[in-house]
Structure formats: structure tokens, C-alpha cells
């Protein structure tokens, strides 16, 4: 876990990077892995600590678990990685969900580690529930 | 019942071994989905609420289903988590009428308490995708051993006018799960995340 805390790091630096350089615009995240066919679904599991935690850090403390998925698979394999709100997981516009995948990756023994952020809402959210703009943020819940 | 049913798939993982070690007791988990006429397909409507009074009907339905595939009573289990794809002539918006405002109630009436947020992912796609539908520990979010996925897949669902619905279940967390972390036997599960 300790060997890729620098991995997560790196990482959720260079998602901040793309999405302009200012960490402040973002307000969804996820994460997840794929563990390729010579691995464990549990060496996947390593990646809770290193990539969850360093994003919160990037990104000032944020309060919320960050939400993920895990599976097994061979290159190519698809998997969406859930994203929630960084400082209040029941932000109902901000439950959502991004695809990733590499067609030649994760080979046998290899894993793919994935961190995703966003920088808003689902496009045109009308399903009510906790808004961004009414939450306490102390909780990570609401 | 508002929902227009096309069918429902049930599929039950049961994992045995793992890297040539037994997991005694086998750790076993159940999706239940359904594929579902999408009423608003193909025009904006501002209103979502026909969904979301359908999304009601599915927790109670898909749970009760998944619960039985395993064969065990809601309060046994342990993790769950829902996911949803929308057809190609919906909104990313269909899933989450269907799966946040009232899904959860019946889901949690079913397994008795559940106390942390149910993990969700949605997806607009074609007849085949793959859905991974997170798992998480159903009292404590943060219980480490319970962090999962299940991915499931129809292939004709779902259709343009379709969104495919599941929920899933597990009686167990991940086989050989040995990371540290906030265990079962540690929790108080009133909180939803500890």
C-alpha cells in the first residue's frame, strides 16, 4: 500500500492538471481497479488507502469516502468507477459514474489503477434530493 | 405495477477458491436486474417522477429476488449496491430518477437497516455493456473488507427504449480480504459510515 502512495499522488495531480490547475473546481470523485488474470481481486483492495487518500489530500481535505469498484479481468476489460460528491456523499446531483478502460491492459500480471474527479453536476439533474449548496460538509455524509 | 418488464436476470457468484486457497465458507454474492420499457425515451421531460415511483417498485422486487438467490433472510446480508444503464434514446438523468429518490427505502425495508449510502454507478449504453454495481458494507461504508464490485451484462438490454435496473447483494465481503482496515466486528452502523 505504502509503495503506491507516490502512484496515487501523481495522480490526482495530473487529474487537477487536466482539468484546468485549480483543484477548487472539483466536486466529484472515484476510484478503482482492474487486477489482471495472474492477480487477486485483493491485490486490487491495496488501492484504497493510496488512491483515496491522496486525492483527498490534493484536494484540501476532502471530506467524503471516496466510492469504488474492483473486478478481475484481462486487457480490454471495461469498469465504471462510481463518483459521488468529495464533501457530502448524498449530494444527489452528484451521484454518477465514469467508464474507463485500456484495450491492452490490465495483462496477466498486471493491475490498472484508475482515479476519477469531475467538476459538476449530471448534465440537466432534476431528481431533487440534497443539493451541493445546502450541505454542512462536516460528516462526509451531508 | 408501472413497470413495463421485459425480463429479469438473476446471476449468483459463489467463489471457492482463490489463488489455490480455500474460502470456507464459499463467499457468495447475487444481482438481480431487470430490463424496463424507459417511458421518457427519445424527448426531454422535466418531470422524471413516473421513474422514480418505478424505481420504488425495483428495490423491493430486485432485493426480494436477489435475497432468494442466495437463499438467505435480507438481515443476513451484508454488502449491497445498485446500478442502472440507460438505452441509447435516454438521459444519463432516466437512471437517476429510477435509482436515488425512493429506490432505497424498499431495498433497506427488505434487508433491515442499512445504515450506509447504497454505492451506485449509472451509464447510458447499448444492448450488451458491461454495469459494474459497486458493494459496500450496508451498515458501515468504510468497512475495508466489504469494498466490491460486481459486473453483470445482458446481452440485448438495454435496448433504445429500455434502461436495465440491478441490484446487488452479498452474504460475505471479498474472499481472503486481508488490507487492514475497519472491520465488521468494529463497527457501530449508525452513522452509515463507521
Known amino acids: ?142 | 405495477m408501472k413497470a413495463k418488464i421485459r425480463k429479469i436476470v438473476i446471476l449468483v457468484e459463489e467463489t471457492r477458491s482463490e489463488m489455490g486457497k480455500t474460502v470456507e465458507p464459499p463467499t457468495r454474492r447475487a444481482a438481480a436486474a431487470a430490463v424496463i420499457e424507459n417511458p421518457f425515451a427519445g424527448r426531454y421531460v422535466e418531470d422524471l417522477t413516473e421513474l422514480m415511483e418505478i424505481g420504488e417498485e425495483l428495490g423491493a422486487l430486485l432485493t426480494e429476488r436477489a435475497v432468494a438467490a442466495l437463499g438467505i433472510p435480507g438481515p443476513s446480508a451484508e454488502s449491497y449496491g445498485k446500478a442502472a444503464a440507460v438505452g441509447e434514446n435516454g438521459e444519463l438523468e432516466h437512471a437517476a430518477a429510477v435509482l436515488h429518490p425512493k429506490l432505497g427505502t424498499p431495498v433497506r425495508k427488505v434487508l433491515g437497516k442499512g445504515a450506509a449510502l447504497i454505492p451506485s454507478t449509472k451509464k447510458r449504453g447499448g444492448p450488451g455493456v458491461p454495469l459494474d454495481i459497486p458493494l459496500g458494507h450496508k451498515d458501515a461504508a468504510y468497512v475495508r473488507s466489504h469494498f466490491d464490485g460486481m459486473e453483470i451484462r445482458v446481452n440485448d438490454a438495454p435496448r433504445a427504449n429500455e434502461i436495465l435496473v440491478a441490484i446487488a447483494v452479498t452474504d460475505s465481503g471479498r474472499p481472503l480480504a486481508r488490507v487492514g482496515g475497519l472491520t465488521e466486528d468494529q463497527i457501530k452502523g449508525e452513522d452509515g459510515l463507521r
Open chain 1, 1 to 142: 500500500m505504502n509503495d503506491l502512495k507516490p502512484l496515487g499522488l501523481e495522480l490526482a495531480k495530473l487529474l487537477v492538471a487536466e482539468l484546468g490547475g485549480d483543484a477548487k473546481v472539483v466536486e466529484g470523485y472515484g476510484k478503482g481497479a482492474i487486477v489482471g488474470a495472474n492477480g487477486e481481486l485483493e491485490h486490487g483492495a491495496l488501492w484504497h488507502v493510496p488512491g483515496g487518500y491522496a486525492m483527498r489530500e490534493i484536494l484540501n481535505g476532502a471530506k467524503a469516502i471516496v466510492p469504488s469498484a474492483k473486478k478481475v479481468g484481462g486487457p480490454g476489460t471495461r469498469l465504471d468507477v462510481p463518483i459521488t460528491h468529495i464533501n457530502a456523499s448524498y449530494v444527489r446531483s452528484h451521484f454518477d459514474a465514469m467508464e474507463v478502460g485500456i484495450s491492452d491492459a490490465p495483462r496477466a500480471d498486471e493491475m490498472v489503477l484508475v482515479l476519477v474527479m469531475t467538476t459538476g453536476a449530471r448534465v440537466h439533474a432534476r431528481v431533487g434530493g440534497l443539493k451541493a449548496s445546502d450541505i454542512k460538509g462536516e460528516d462526509g455524509l451531508r
